[in-house]
């Protein structure tokens, strides 16, 4: 199923009309009835409500707390086939190429510390692969503490010293790229992780310069800095403007989710266009890097986090 799409000039009409599509699909009608749920009558306003309700009851595995500590259900082997079917179906499983060949930036989304260097890799292949930018590779992410686990990771292969999310990310930026100081430095400490923010940018030869951005929460007093926190947060700090293609790397079980979070925090506000692609598996350079075990209740959290984006974005839209 083809996601909202974030061709630049797209009209709010177009972009509900994209929502309705995936969430209407077949695959993810089939998900509920499975599961036991009848599909929500109403307008598209009502039906995401609904689905919203129906996920948190039935796919909610984190209960609140960060991804690595949700649990994973027991499913039998009917369950367990139709949930990896539909989530490849809704775009969680294959990475695709990026649509254009020149883009104003590339983002670079953070996560857990496997992915922080699997992201940058990616990246960086992208950008010696031909894929042209004219400002900057922008890479965002917050001063969430590492668990032990991520850190015994980056142990594992040659990588100390990083205490949060965004070390994690700057270690691969600099492992990626081949830079080692970063040329300009600044942020704010603030006494407080959720409000504190950093900018590093280091201008490797050849390609565009790499930003590695961490920002303050919105709401400091109740948790850190999400997806669009950084995403809205980066956008304040860069010229983007109307039209401005921008290429977003994430995994591609983030895509559904984080795409249309980007549409809501920064197409709709700025008029740019968005293209999100996941990160390639299969690329030699990223053969040595840590890759997550993915499992149904995985994919299934994360079709529950694409439904709560997409209602989070529909309910900003435009009509025009």
Known sequence: MALPTGAAGTTGRELAAGVRAWVDSAPLRALVSHFGGDWPAGDLTTALAGLDDFSARHWDFRDGRERPEAREPAFDPATIGLVLDSAAALGLVRAVPPALPRYAHLLVLGGLAHACLRRTAYAAHLLRDGAAVSGEVAVLGSFRALSPVETRMLADVGIHGCATEVDALDAGVRAAFGVATPAEETGEDAEHPHRAWSSRTYRPAGLPPVRVLAAPSSEPDRRRAHTAD???????????????????????????????????????????????????????????????????????????????????????????
């Open 230 to 320: 950084t995403q809205r947060f980066w956008a304040e700090h860069v010229r983007l403007r109307p039209g401005d293609p921008v290429l977003m790397v994430t995994a591609p079980i983030y895509v559904p989710f984080q795409h249309c979070d980007a549409l809501r925090t920064l197409a709709v506000p700025y008029g740019c266009g968005i293209d999100t692609v996941g990160v390639d598996p299969a690329l030699p350079p990223l053969a040595r890097l840590p890759e997550p075990t993915l499992t149904p209740g995985r994919y299934l959290q994360e079709i529950r986090s694409a439904i709560r984006s997409m209602r989070a974005l529909h309910a900003t839209l435009p009509t025009g």
